[in-house]
């Protein structure tokens, strides 16, 4: 694994007391949640740092909220995957609950399943949502698409092969 280039301690900490405040209180405004937005902008000064790289002084503020927006829609996305998770398991028999140890690896895993399927193309991950989750056939997923059966199947193997590949799994 290659080395994390950090960027410069003093570029980090000036960036950090110009805009730290402004940050905190748009994170604030949107969330509604103190908590959430300190967290949040930690997280983003965090990216920042990891990054190696520093926005020009005029460009600091969009870099930053840039950084924060993303991390609130993957908070955002993080929450729904979960909420409906925790509303399947409401359904399971109290002996089949999993443990909360096994609860955090299941959402971290459909997170990260998430994540791959929205970095598939618009067609690639709407077949394969039509066929795991409305259940169609390969047929019917290439008459509503408007696209042959073959490539439905080339679809459903990258979708596949990009959840597996998220998963820890060698696809060779």
């Known amino acids: 694994m290659p080395a994390v280039e950090l960027a410069p301690p003093h570029e980090i900490h000036s960036l950090y007391s110009h805009h730290h405040g402004w940050l905190y209180g748009w994170l604030r405004k949107r969330l509604g949640c103190s908590d959430n937005a300190a967290d949040l902008a930690h997280d983003t000064y965090l990216r920042v740092l990891v990054s190696g790289r520093t926005p ?100 459903m193997l990258k979708a596949v092969t990009a959840c597996f590949a998220v998963l820890g799994g060698d696809t060779h």
């Open 56 to 155: 020009p002084p005029d460009q600091s503020r969009a870099h930053l909220m840039q950084i924060a927006k993303g991390l609130v829609v993957d908070q955002h996305r993080r929450r729904v995957i979960e909420q409906a998770y925790l509303e399947m398991l409401v359904h399971q028999p109290p002996a089949l609950a999993p443990s909360v140890e096994e609860r955090a690896l299941v959402l971290e895993a459909l997170t990260r399943i998430d994540a791959a399927l929205d970095a598939l193309a618009p067609k690639v991950r709407e077949t394969f949502l039509l066929s795991q989750f409305d259940g169609l056939t390969y047929s019917a997923i290439a008459e509503q698409l408007g696209i042959a059966v073959a490539t439905v199947r080339k679809h």
